[in-house]
C-alpha cells in the first residue's frame, strides 16, 4: 500500500547504545521530516531533507545523524542513546503539506 | 522568529455543541497554515490547510477554520462535535521564511467530549 511507514514501532534500548529507525515512503516527495514529541513540547523538528544527499539541522538535532540515499527512505540514527532521548518520533513526508507516519515509541533505560 | 500559539491546552464540549479552536501564529511573511489531528497512540492526519485564496477553508470530518490576518489567527471549528473527535488538534504555520516545507507546530489543545 501507498504511504509512509516507520520501523520499529516501538522499542527499548540501552543508554549507550546505538539504534536507528527507520522511515520509508511510496510517495516519491522530495521532502522528509523527523519530528520527536514530548509533553508540553508539542512536535520538534530534528532534521530535514529536501531530496536525496540533501539534509539540514532543525531545531533540536544534537544526538541524531539521518542519511539520505534514495528518495524514499530517511534513517534516523541515534548514536549513543540517552535517557533525554526516550520520546515517540515521527516521520513525516512532503511536496506541499505534510504526510505523517504512525510513529516510533523509544524508550531509553 | 516563527511561533504558533494554542492558548488552550484542554477543552472539553458536550456532544452535538459546537467548537472552536484557538491558533495564533506569528510568521514575517505571507503564512500557510495547517491543522492535524492525533488520535492516541497515531500519527498526525491532516485536517485542512490554507495556502491563498478564500480565507474561509474546508476540511475533512466537516471541520473548518478561518484565516484572519488582521488578528494572525487560523480558529478552528465545527458546528457539532461527534464523540469521535475527541483527540489532540495541532496547529502549524509554514511559509517562505522557513523554506515553505518546514513547519512550526503549536503545543497542541486536548479535546475531551462529554455525553
Known amino acids: 500500500d501507498a504511504g509512509i511507514t516507520q520501523s520499529p514501532r516501538y522499542k527499548i534500548t540501552e543508554t549507550g547504545r546505538q539504534v536507528t529507525l527507520m522511515c520509508h515512503q511510496t510517495?516519491?516527495?522530495?521532502?522528509m521530516f523527523w519530528y520527536r514529541q514530548d509533553l508540553g513540547h508539542g512536535l520538534r523538528l530534528i532534521y530535514y531533507?529536501?531530496?536525496?544527499?540533501?539534509?539540514d539541522k532543525g531545531e533540536v538535532p544534537d544526538g541524531y545523524v539521518v542519511s539520505r540515499s534514495k528518495t524514499e527512505n530517511f534513517p534516523l540514527t541515534l548514536e549513543s542513546a540517552t535517557r533525554s532521548q526516550t520520546s515517540v518520533y515521527f516521520c513525516?513526508?512532503?511536496?506541499?503539506?505534510?504526510?505523517f507516519g504512525p510513529g516510533t515509541r523509544l524508550t531509553v533505560t | 522568529a516563527q511561533s504558533v500559539t494554542q492558548p488552550d491546552i484542554h477543552i472539553t464540549v458536550s456532544e452535538g455543541a459546537s467548537l472552536e479552536l484557538r491558533c495564533n501564529y506569528s510568521?514575517?511573511?505571507?503564512?500557510?497554515l495547517f491543522w492535524y489531528v492525533q488520535s492516541p497512540g497515531q500519527g498526525l492526519q491532516l485536517l485542512l490547510k490554507?495556502?491563498?485564496?478564500?480565507?474561509l477553508v474546508q476540511g475533512i470530518k466537516g471541520f473548518e477554520a478561518e484565516f484572519k490576518r488582521s488578528q494572525s489567527s487560523f480558529n478552528l471549528r465545527k458546528p457539532s462535535v461527534h464523540w469521535s473527535d475527541a483527540a489532540e488538534y495541532f496547529c502549524?504555520?509554514?511559509?517562505?521564511?522557513?523554506?515553505?516545507?518546514?513547519?512550526?507546530f503549536g503545543t497542541g489543545t486536548r479535546l475531551l467530549v462529554s455525553p
Open positions: 510568521y514575517g511573511a505571507t503564512p500557510y
Open positions: 531533507s529536501a531530496a536525496a544527499d540533501i539534509t
Open positions: 502549524a504555520v509554514g511559509g517562505m521564511n522557513t523554506g515553505f516545507q518546514k513547519l512550526v
Open positions: 490554507y495556502f491563498s485564496g478564500d480565507t
Open positions: 510517495w516519491s516527495h522530495s521532502y
Open positions: 513525516a513526508s512532503s511536496e506541499r503539506e505534510q504526510y
